[in-house]
């Protein structure tokens, strides 16, 4: 039986805020999207205001007039979120980050689960954190990665949760279906118009009555509200981008519009991956092959993180023109996204708020693409962008 451990920062913006400047402690404190003029993170003083993410920052003054509202320190939350990391890794190499503020690691095995148990690792970690970093952890224990997660968020902040081995289902019956990771808007749409409101339902459903409602990814969704998931804890190398598209081209390239073109393509893409995996991603990493195979990249990293074109489309250009160092013509790009941020209010489905109007026509194309196709929503600058390059041969 694997022995999983989901650790979840609690209010982690706001409480690295804190850790790092001691006038904020005990104070109301909240960090606010300067691009999106919502609450990102509250502390717990400003949560007993009724402050939370994703509510308007001029709502969260009016609430609570002494509120101390930030910038995002993007940069600062990483390095304390690779702090925690290596803290794990000093108990197992199996350490999977999911976001900046929360990541899973396997205790299967370890001498640490022979010495004491998953919980007692688990309070070590919770103590050495609050100790070192000022940080609180929630944590959820399990024998698989799907309840864990759950089980960290169930009792936030400073929630220890355990799920026994073979209770997997009884301990998600009760929860909403929202509480299932995949289970996005769309699939949760459907599920209220079979009347399935409870994980326990789903895991009791019909499968051939789910694959008309979900179609593929039905078999799959139902065996996580059973409390089934053998998907294993995966290390990620530090730095490495989390999602990648790849174009490898017939001829060698040399016409910048063309590659531009191809680049607005391949982070269409990217991005449709990011939000159906319901995370936010703050880098862009672009990797060139020339045609002689040598390789050049580069990285652009934005103020704050998002997951639709218009936060990353503006810095294609300055990220292909310097990345590509040699005035030489190319055989491939590949486009990576890193830095992973869980989602911000607007996306999420346990504290929903307003979704801004690009997030929601990306999510609607995202849905037309899945039902008939990749080619049903075709942008207008592919359009124009292929009859120029029809005209200029």
């Not at 063309?258 to 990797?287: D, H, P, Q, S």
Request: net charge positive; hydrophobic share 45%.
């Amino acid at each position: 039986m694997r022995s999983i451990v989901h650790w979840d920062g609690d209010g982690f913006f706001a409480s690295v805020e804190q850790a790092s400047d001691r006038r904020l402690r005990g104070r109301p404190v909240a960090v606010g999207g300067a691009r999106r003029g919502v609450v990102l993170s509250a502390s717990l003083e400003a949560r007993r205001y009724g402050i939370r993410p994703g509510i308007p920052v001029n709502k969260a003054r009016r609430a609570c007039p002494s509120l101390v509202v930030l910038p995002g320190h993007f940069e600062l939350y990483e390095q304390f979120s690779q702090q925690i990391l290596e803290l794990c890794e000093q108990t197992t190499p199996l350490v999977e980050p999911v976001a900046v503020g929360a990541a899973y690691f396997d205790l299967t095995g370890t001498p640490a689960l022979r010495n004491g148990g998953a919980g007692l690792a688990v309070e070590r970690l919770r103590r050495t954190v609050l100790d070192w970093l000022r940080v609180s952890l929630s944590t959820g224990v399990a024998g698989n990665k799907t309840v864990a997660r759950i089980a960290s968020r169930l009792h936030k902040p400073g929630g220890r949760v355990s799920v026994p081995a073979g209770g997997e289902a009884a301990f998600l019956a009760p929860l909403p279906a929202g509480w299932l990771p995949g289970a996005g808007p769309e699939t949760l749409a459907a599920l209220e118009v079979a009347g399935i409101a409870t994980i326990g339902e789903l895991a009791r459903a019909p499968l051939d009555a789910l694959e008309v409602i979900l179609s593929r990814g039905a078999l799959r969704l139902q065996r996580r509200a059973q409390g089934v998931d053998e998907d294993p804890v995966a290390p990620t190398p530090s730095g490495e981008p989390s999602f990648r598209e790849t174009v490898e081209f017939a001829e060698d390239v040399w016409e910048e519009p063309f590659l531009l073109l191809t680049l607005r393509t391949m982070l269409e893409r990217l991005l449709e991956r990011v939000r159906a995996a319901g995370v936010e991603v703050r880098r862009l990493n672009l990797a060139l092959r020339y045609t002689d195979r040598a390789e050049s990249e580069r990285s652009v990293t934005l103020a704050e993180p998002g997951c639709v074109e218009p936060d990353f489309l503006p810095r294609l250009p300055e990220l292909l023109r310097a990345a590509w160092s040699r005035r030489v013509r190319l055989r491939a790009l590949v486009l990576g996204a890193g830095r992973l941020y869980r989602p911000s209010a607007q996306m999420s489905l346990l504290e929903p708020a307003p979704a801004p109007s690009a997030l929601r026509l990306a999510t609607a194309v995202d849905a037309i693409r899945r039902k008939f196709g990749p080619s049903a929503v075709v942008r207008g600058y592919q359009l124009a962008g292929s009859y120029e390059l029809r005209r200029s041969a």
